[in-house]
């Protein structure tokens, strides 16, 4: 069976955290909605995480509050339909899943996603994209001897408008694989011949070096996963990065909501065309 790749940023918690940003205050009522964090890679089985927002005065609560654990997740290919069956898993944050094996993503299909819970019915349209091979990596030394980045090298076609993301997974420290800084971007804005810096990711349940720098360690035997993805997929990823790295700048604050391919909710459902290599870094 083909290992699950792990996308999840425990968006459920920053959208508890966020719903009031985009009400006005004039609204006599903050209406709860479904939270969707999901993915289904080329070759591997759909994963959706399902959650509801709350509202901040309401008071943050234990996670497990925000689970939707009854939910119906059904996922189409447009032949096709299968509902998912949800249960516990702690490679995941929070740590209740939906998936099946009785579907397994193929590059080129399109992939509709359709959650429901108490009413509440939330629906997604997403794309993989034929993956794009990964060349090579090599790692760079930082300006400190025991800090590094890695260069993913790999050839796009310019005759296509194309999206990319770099995802890193470091062994026995993340168990997911985390957005590299910088790590979203099109070909519009790159060469044909493409040398990608890659940095160590971070989250709200990395358990290893919260306060570390964005470089990786002499020890480290890491994952890199290059992700073709589609335009909708690219716009969630770049306002989340957006939102990482820039609202923590109080010279420039970011205060956008995430854009969403969510009809009815919150959240991303992506399809991803992958392709992964290792490296140590020695």
């Avoid at 719903?19 to 994963?47: F, N, R, S």
């Avoid at 109080?250 to 399809?271: A, V």
Wanted: aromatic share 14%; net charge negative; proline share 3%.
């Amino acid at each position: 069976m083909k290992p699950y790749c792990i996308y999840t940023l425990g968006l459920i918690l920053m959208a508890c955290a966020t719903l009031t940003a985009c009400m006005e205050e004039e609204d006599a009522e903050l209406q709860t909605q479904l939270v969707v964090e999901g993915w289904i890679e080329d070759g591997g089985y759909p994963v959706v995480l399902l959650g509801e927002t709350h509202a901040i005065d309401a008071g943050m609560q234990n996670i497990e509050n925000y689970i939707v654990r009854w939910g119906k997740v059904t996922i189409s290919d447009g032949t096709d339909s299968v509902v998912l069956t949800g249960g516990y898993d702690n490679d995941f944050f929070p740590p209740y899943k939906y998936t099946t094996f009785k579907m397994t993503g193929q590059a080129g299909k399109t992939y509709t996603l359709t959650a429901e819970y108490r009413g509440q019915k939330a629906t997604a349209v997403t794309t993989i994209p034929h993956p794009i091979e990964l060349d090579s990596l090599h790692v760079v030394r930082s300006e400190s001897d025991t800090l590094f980045y890695i260069k993913a090298f790999f050839e796009d076609n310019p005759d296509e408008r194309n999206y990319y993301g770099l995802f890193s997974k470091r062994h026995e420290k993340d168990k997911a694989f985390l957005l590299s800084f910088m790590g979203v971007f099109s070909n519009e804005v790159i060469p044909t011949h493409v040398a990608a810096d890659v940095y160590c990711g971070t989250s709200v349940y990395t358990e290893a070096d919260r306060n570390a720098s964005a470089y990786f360690k002499k020890g480290d035997l890491v994952q890199v996963k290059l992700c073709h993805i589609d335009q909708a997929s690219y716009e969630f990823w770049k306002s989340y990065s957006n939102l990482n790295h820039l609202s923590s700048n109080m010279f420039f604050p970011y205060t956008n909501d995430l854009e969403s391919n969510i009809r009815g909710g919150k959240g991303y459902w992506c399809g991803y065309g992958a392709s992964t290599l290792s490296v140590s870094i020695r």
